[in-house]
């Protein structure tokens, strides 16, 4: 079964600080991965997803995430933390051989900035 | 605006009582997934449609939730005999290849 793994669900970063939020995957076949953004009471928003091209990949708001397969990890960084970044954060992983695509999350990471 | 949207977008009920709610996807999208999300966890899979086809339903959609996608637009989930323990965010989300877009949200708060 495949499973996704968020180490650390609280994550607290000084403004100007690089953000990191690790993430490890379980699945037994090649995953399609997923970094997302929830901000209190909303839906949420991709940031970043991986699908077997590039293991290093750029998002939205100056995230990236690099895969690592050796590693079985998508963790996810951010140079230099702004206060907007403050939010919590899901990996998420698609199964690519299921027919549902459905995504298994991790419990995410909530990121506070301090000023 | 063009993206996915869920009605209501809070609901309190009693014990007992039946909900239902709207999720209307983005107009292109032909799949469509509902995912339950309570407090301090990840959104779990409920159910996955393309187009008017229901064609998974995890196990933790139980006897009481049912879900519909007449016509292959809109979808309604529906929780008949609400619990305290349905009490989560219900989302929504539909989908091209690769990329899921999500709506806002249900709060579901049974009392």
């Known amino acids: 079964a495949q499973s996704v793994t968020q180490l650390g669900s609280h994550v607290s970063v000084s403004e100007g600080a690089l953000v990191l939020l690790r993430c490890n995957y379980s699945s037994s076949v090649p995953p399609y991965l997923f970094w997302y953004v929830q901000y209190p009471n909303q839906g949420l928003q991709l940031l970043l997803k991986?699908?077997?091209?590039?293991?290093l990949v750029k998002g939205i708001n100056g995230f990236e995430a690099e895969f690592k397969k050796s590693e079985t990890s998508f963790h996810l960084t951010k140079p230099s933390a702004h206060m907007s970044d403050a939010a919590e954060y899901f990996c998420?992983?698609?199964?690519?051989?299921?027919?549902?695509?459905?995504?298994?999350f991790g419990k995410g990471t909530k990121l506070s900035v301090i000023p | 605006d063009t993206g996915v949207s869920q009605n209501p977008r809070h609901k309190i009920t009693k014990r007992g009582q039946n909900v239902t709610f709207r999720c209307d996807p983005i107009s292109e999208h032909n799949r469509l997934y509902w995912y339950r999300q309570t407090l301090g966890q990840g959104p779990e899979f409920l159910t996955y449609?393309?187009?008017?086809?229901?064609?998974?339903k995890s196990r933790l959609l139980s006897d009481r939730f049912s879900a519909e996608r007449p016509k292959g637009s809109f979808s309604t989930l529906e929780i008949q005999r609400t619990e305290q323990g349905d009490s989560a965010m219900y989302l929504c989300a539909s989908s091209l290849p690769n990329e899921q877009f999500f709506g806002p949200g249900t709060r579901l708060t049974v009392l």
């Open positions: 998420a992983l698609e199964d690519s051989g299921a027919g549902s695509y459905q995504l298994t």
């Open positions: 449609f393309q187009n008017e086809a229901q064609l998974e």
């Open positions: 991986y699908t077997s091209a590039a293991t």
